[in-house]
């Protein structure tokens, strides 16, 4: 892992921060911020639909007649197709409302279950984008906070994953993962 600009060891897992394109990621899996049509789309879901090829998109049009719209806070997984990730699995964050139509139990419920799909697939490895801080409008820093709380009771309960990475796309976006995760660390060691 080239670049990371942040690093902590959580129980028996390593967290990154790395500013980068999540397409270029090597972990076993890479996490979609997806939509509940599951069809591709702007942002980091279309970036992960062009890298990777049509074989994500026939899976996931599998699942979408399988299953219906994937609800908001639940997650599918994928082929990586040509991706370097073996798979991508597919998460749907909340759009912002303003913080009282249960955004943020949505938001962590997001990252509960891609990890909990890694973690049940056996996979050591997985790399989240930030999921809802781009055209769902969730503020990045109050995004970035629960992101982080949310992955480190996780891995403080599961020590199955070897590595956690969070791919940040804009400077902004990696400052605000920083100032998090440098609070949450202070925190949990006084
Ligand atoms: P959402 O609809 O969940 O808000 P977006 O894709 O619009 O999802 O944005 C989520 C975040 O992903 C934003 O910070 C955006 O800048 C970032 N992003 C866009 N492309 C990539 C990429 N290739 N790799 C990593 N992050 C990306």
């Not at 902590?8 to 939509?35: F, H, M, P, Y």
């Not at 020590?159 to 949990?188: G, H, I, M, P, Q």
Request: with cysteine.
């Amino acid at each position: 892992m080239k670049g990371a600009s942040m690093e902590a060891v959580i129980n028996k897992t390593r967290l990154l921060l790395v500013s980068g394109d999540i397409t270029k990621q090597e972990t076993d899996a890479i996490v979609n911020a997806a939509n509940s049509g599951l069809m591709g789309g702007g942002g980091v879901d279309g970036a992960i639909h062009r890298a990777g090829g049509p074989a994500i998109l026939e899976e996931c049009k599998g699942i979408r007649s399988r299953i219906g719209r994937l609800p908001t806070g639940k997650a599918v997984i994928t082929t990586g197709g040509k991706l370097r990730a073996r798979f991508v699995i597919h998460t749907v964050g909340p759009v912002w409302h303003g913080g009282n139509r249960g955004e943020a139990e949505l938001l962590a419920s997001a990252y509960r279950e891609s990890l909990g799909i890694a973690v049940s697939r056996g996979l050591k490895s997985i790399s989240f984008p930030s999921i809802s801080t781009g055209a769902f409008g969730y503020p990045v820093q109050v995004a970035a906070g629960l992101a982080l709380k949310t992955v480190l009771d996780f891995l403080n309960h599961d020590s199955n994953l070897e590595e956690v990475v969070f791919v940040l796309f804009d400077s902004e976006t990696l400052r605000a993962y920083e100032r998090s995760l440098d609070r949450l660390l202070k925190n949990t060691a006084g």
